[in-house]
């Protein structure tokens, strides 16, 4: 037979039985599967069928196999502080004569005008960079950090007084103070191994490739040395749990999340000791 035959008659129909058993297979698997699965399911978890079906096609949200669980939590923002030219001119350019004004008006009582409370629960303020600040302070007043003393401080104050406070106590640049520090307190190999390296185990990267000087870490990262031992170890500890959950990339509260109790209290003491 030549190429320019026609295909036989016997030919063209199987081809055509072919082409209509494919067609059927495929009609009934999506009928199962967009129609009577979704159905059958969706009754057993008390779904109407019309509801049940639309999930499956992805016309409304949900599964068609169980009732979506009810969920009633306000959102929340992870922070509001976006750093862009705006605010680096009003950090750059911050009125450190107003935020003294401001500190002496609001911050005086716990934090001291120099930054330097004497209080170990209440962080120091003395060494910290006015990114780390900012951040912080701006934090408080959208909600994103929530404390019952210093949101009610600062609801009232604009950025531009948040900056000139936050250049007031943040006369460092981060890390700055860590080449002059002393020998920290001696808290083990292990402790400073994780400092200085990390636990790839656990999937926990080293602390000074965020906090130690001149550090990749995002510009508002703090400086830890010589903090208080009492603040950071309650900070990692909230971080932990989800109390804290101003981390941008939750960077703070995957970290914190694998660290032992007696590693987050030993961490505290080697940054605390100057």
């Avoid at 307190?185 to 602390?207: K, M, Q, T, W, Y």
Wanted: charged share 20%; aromatic share 8%.
């Amino acid at each position: 037979m030549s190429t320019s035959d026609p295909i036989p008659r016997q030919d063209a129909a199987w081809r055509l039985w072919g082409i209509a058993g494919v067609v059927g297979f495929l009609a009934l698997g999506a009928l199962l599967g967009f129609i009577v699965l979704p159905v059958v399911q969706g009754a057993a978890a008390g779904i109407d069928a019309y509801t049940a079906i639309c999930r499956a096609f992805g016309v409304l949200p949900g599964s068609p196999a169980r009732s979506t669980p009810p969920y009633d939590s306000e959102a929340k923002p992870v922070t509001r502080v976006s750093w862009d030219m705006k605010t680096f001119g009003e950090l750059y350019g911050a009125d450190r004569a107003n935020g003294e004004r401001i500190a002496a008006e609001r911050c005086i009582a716990c934090h001291t005008l120099e930054g330097n409370t004497p209080d170990p629960s209440i962080p120091r303020n003395l060494g910290q960079s006015r990114f780390a600040l900012y951040k912080q302070l701006h934090d408080y007043k959208s909600g994103a950090r929530a404390n019952d003393v210093m949101s009610p401080l600062l609801a009232d104050l604009d950025n531009k007084s948040i900056a000139d406070l936050a250049a007031y106590y943040g006369t460092l640049v981060r890390g700055a103070i860590d080449p002059h520090r002393t020998s920290p307190f001696f808290v083990g190999s292990a402790i400073e191994n994780l400092v200085a390296n990390g636990d790839f185990a656990r999937g926990i990267p080293p602390c000074v490739s965020c906090h130690g000087t001149r550090a990749g870490g995002p510009i508002e990262t703090p400086t830890l040395t010589g903090q208080y031992a009492q603040y950071l170890e309650a900070q990692l500890a909230a971080f932990a749990t989800g109390q804290r959950a101003n981390d941008i990339y939750h960077r703070m509260r995957s970290v914190a999340s694998k660290l032992k109790p007696d590693e987050m209290k030993l961490l505290g003491i080697y940054y605390s000791g100057r």
